[in-house]
């Protein structure tokens, strides 16, 4: 088992930053791509960012690219999303998840919710305009 905290959601005005941490606890950190997906009211939970063990890949959103960041310090075993230029419509819960990098085709399985298998509780973005 992996058990994923979020923090570093809040209120925020439009234009503003945020960086949320994700710290990994329980099975080793290690061997799993890192990934932060968003549920917005009455909306499907949507992939934002992931990141794999190494760190050398990331893959974003369209939706995102060029105003969020995904890091990652194994040694600490944390995930981090900065996000900066933010924009009412980045409002949502934040989640981490994590799954195993083992699979294989992370190219292609790295948006899908389902290629998972653990996930935190999230945490609360509010982007004010």
């Known amino acids: 088992q992996v058990q994923l905290v979020e923090s570093g959601g809040g209120l925020v005005q439009a234009g503003g930053s945020l960086r949320l941490s994700c710290a990994a606890s329980?099975?080793?950190?290690?061997?799993?791509?890192m990934g932060w997906f968003r549920q917005a009211p009455g909306k499907e939970r949507e992939f934002v960012a992931a990141i794999t063990w190494s760190g050398g890949n990331t893959y974003y959103a369209d939706s995102v690219k060029g105003r969020f960041t995904i890091s990652r310090d194994n040694a600490k075993n944390t995930v981090y999303l900065q996000m900066n230029y933010l924009r009412p419509e980045d409002t949502a819960v934040y989640y981490c998840a994590a799954g195993l990098e083992s699979k294989g085709l992370w190219a292609l399985r790295v948006r899908d919710e389902y290629e998972y298998d653990y996930w935190g509780q999230g945490t609360q973005v509010t982007v004010s305009s």
């Open positions: 329980g099975r080793t950190f290690n061997g799993y791509v």
